[in-house]
């Protein structure tokens, strides 16, 4: 179990498409990971990508609502079925200080691999909804700046370039 590093904006491994968990054997010490990780920078979602490692898998914890009372681990998730939609502002681990505006469903049935490695489809609203589809789509290298209307990019221009400079190698 170890905290990793959080890659920020501009680097690659937030734009690869993140491939499906074929060994469920040898994920245990991934999972403490991105737990550890995302309790390490007061986070409520984080995709396995956002510390480099391309594999469809992310954790959310929420237990601070009263939208579940358990931490939850996703593997392998596809959104089946969507329908309404909500606005609302979302932060990222990998954009520090960065608030976007992301229009989202509202409701989603979302089928994946849950902690126990046992094959579910749940239907999910409300902000659990909304963090499922913000690291569904780090998988599938989105970012919430993909959301950005062009009056948030001019605010944030410095931010982000500073970000993307830091992570040219
Ligand atoms: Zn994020």
Same mark, same amino acid.
Do not use: W
């Given at each position: 179990?170890?905290?990793?590093?959080?890659?920020?904006?501009?680097?690659?491994?937030?734009?690869?498409?993140?491939?499906?968990?074929?060994?469920?054997?040898?994920?245990?010490?991934?999972?403490?990971?991105?737990?550890?990780?995302?309790?390490?920078?007061?986070?409520?979602? &984080?995709?396995?990508?956002? $510390?480099? @490692? /391309?594999?469809?898998? =992310?954790?959310?914890?929420?237990?601070?609502?009263?939208?579940?009372?358990?931490?939850?681990?996703?593997?392998?998730?596809?959104?089946?079925?969507?329908?309404?939609?909500?606005?609302?502002?979302?932060?990222? &681990?990998?954009?520090?200080? $960065?608030? @976007? /505006?992301?229009?989202? =469903?509202?409701?989603?049935?979302?089928?994946?691999?849950?902690?126990?490695?046992?094959?579910?489809?749940?239907?999910?609203?409300?902000?659990?909804?909304?963090?499922?589809?913000?690291?569904?789509?780090?998988?599938?290298?989105?970012?919430?700046?993909?959301?950005?209307?062009?009056?948030?990019?001019?605010?944030?221009?410095?931010?982000?370039?500073?970000?993307?400079?830091?992570?040219?190698?």
């Amino acid at each position: 179990m170890a905290v990793q590093k959080v890659v920020t904006y501009g680097h690659k491994a937030l734009r690869e498409v993140c491939t499906d968990i074929t060994d469920f054997s040898k994920v245990d010490g991934l999972i403490n990971d991105l737990f550890d990780t995302m309790y390490e920078f007061d986070g409520i979602g &984080l995709a396995c990508n956002q $510390i480099g @490692i /391309n594999k469809r898998i =992310f954790v959310v914890d929420l237990t601070h609502t009263e939208e579940c009372d358990s931490p939850l681990v996703f593997m392998n998730g596809t959104i089946e079925k969507e329908s309404g939609s909500c606005v609302d502002s979302e932060g990222c &681990l990998s954009l520090p200080e $960065i608030r @976007i /505006n992301v229009e989202r =469903f509202d409701t989603i049935t979302y089928s994946y691999v849950d902690e126990n490695f046992e094959k579910c489809t749940k239907e999910f609203s409300g902000l659990l909804a909304t963090v499922i589809q913000h690291e569904n789509d780090h998988l599938d290298g989105k970012l919430i700046t993909d959301y950005a209307t062009p009056a948030d990019l001019l605010k944030y221009d410095k931010a982000l370039k500073l970000m993307k400079s830091n992570n040219v190698k």
